[in-house]
């Protein structure tokens, strides 16, 4: 079946009660069909309310000691994600919107992102919380107009780098299509801070107490100060709806009815994947998320955010990058004792990489045009990451490659980093990065996308691998027709036909509306053997012609991640 059970079983769940009854009287039932009219589903089904959700909160310490020393979720590598369509999509929804890839983004997109306004009233802002791990100050403020937002700031000696980085990266997440709140970058004077009357505050190493106005003092010494005794910050508004915690990367959440699919097996989280080796981001983890409750319709439903970039591309966030972090875990036993100096036998790979280094930036590879993104690692393991196949990363980089370089200068314009060298810097290691995903996991499996039946007898196509110049056309292309049973799901051969180019000429199809025809469709090149692997695309007969019901690249159990 190319779409998983389970999101069958979401669309069914607002007729469930009805057909209980009936299914309890019928003596059988009849088999599923492969298709249903309404394939494939653009948007993803929700139907149930799920107001009960409780808070989710995760610690930190449970977060990288049950990822680093264990397994959550599915044990089998080589399963396909469970949320696709029918034509090996994401839907569109809570999770994901498709954006990049889908229509084309305009630089002024991108610069604009998830905002919709232009950041926190003028005015006095109400401290309402403030971070007092002692590593960074950050405070909740409650502006003139009663909107809540979460100050964070550079640290000293680095302006822009934090603030510059993260409101980069979340425009490059919101354009490939994941759910970012609104970031804005602006000026705090000190002044406009008063503290609400029921703020506490927690001095390292103490118990909790009223917040006064030394521990704002205390706080902003960690930051980087600009010249006139103001600090530039990044401002990042709560996310719309009620906070019900944050998103693991397995398993469900057992109080959503809507969450039926393991978040290991989808494909948005896999992908991820890619997208965190493209800007570094080693700190992507469950802390780093949100869920919140929102209405739609009659029912509410949960949505789940991307948070906290600051600690991407040179920047650690507190400071420049660790050298190792993006090359090793965290707890990586057997590159520590390879890499004991007294051994002297194995000199890490990070240990002899040129780097760039400025205030702005952090610390970077200063070369990446030969960096490899399948041997990025983040600092923990993350559950989704470790199940992402082929296909996942293939569907990924499809959506890197959509980001061109106008909208990275756009996006790396809103950092406002203040340095001409620093902004091409980054232009520049954002796009060889894009470039060595596309050459990595274009290629990597069968690349035909797009396929589409034409009235007149004509199978179109795309090599998205070809396209994005990271491969030589194949010296020819096959299609294996067959007429399809979608009752059965049975697949009765009928011809193959062969080109050179991305249009075959199809044989004498069946022309009564309703009627299927199954594809598959191969590619033979000397240098990229898995594209001998076909890819299957099933038609359906509608009035006016075909339309496409069905894809799938790679089928369950087609061989484990690439490593």
Known sequence: MTLGPLLRFARAATVAAVAGAALLLAPTRAAEPTFFDDDPLT????????????????????????????????????????????????????????????????????????????????????????????????????????????????????????????????????????????????????????????????????????????????????????????????????????????LDFAGTREDDPNDLVPHEHHRELRGYRVFASWFNHVDAKSVNTIDVLVKRGPRSVVRHYLLDFGSTMGSAAVGPREYWEGWDYLVEPGQTVKGMPLLGFYILPWRTVDLYESPAVGRMIADNTTWDPERWKPRVPNPAFLHARADDKFWAAQKAVAISDDLLRAAVREGQFGSEPDEAFLVKALADRRDAIARRYLPAVNPIADPALDSGGRLQFRNVAVDAKVAQPPSAYKASWSRFDNATGTATPIAETMGTGTTLAAPALPQETGAYVQVEISATSAEHPSWAVPVKAHFKRVADGWTLVGFERLPDGQGPPQS
């Open 43 to 246: 948007r993803e089904v929700a139907s149930q309310d799920a107001s009960g959700v409780k808070r989710y909160e995760p610690t930190l310490l449970w977060d990288v000691v049950s990822n680093t020393f264990g397994r959550p979720g599915d044990p089998d590598l080589t399963k396909r994600a469970r949320n696709v369509n029918t034509i090996d999509e994401v839907p569109d929804g809570e999770w994901f919107v498709n954006r990049a890839g889908r229509e084309p983004i305009t630089p002024e997109q991108i610069a604009r992102g998830s905002n919709t306004g232009s950041g926190p009233a003028a005015g006095t802002w109400t401290v309402t919380a403030a971070k007092s791990d002692g590593i960074t100050p950050g405070f909740t403020v409650r502006d003139a107009n009663g909107a809540i937002w979460f100050l964070k700031f550079d640290p000293p000696g680095h302006p822009a780098m934090a603030t510059g980085i993260e409101v980069t990266i979340a425009k490059l997440f919101w354009a490939l299509g994941y759910h970012t709140v609104e970031y804005y970058i602006t000026e705090l004077d000190p002044a406009r801070l008063e503290i609400a009357e029921k703020t506490t505050f927690t001095p390292p190493g103490a118990r909790p107490r009223h917040m006064h106005r030394g521990d704002i003092d205390w706080l902003l010494g960690q930051a980087d100060r600009k010249a006139p005794g103001t600090y530039r910050v990044i401002a990042s508004k709560a996310a719309p709806g009620q906070p019900v915690g944050r």
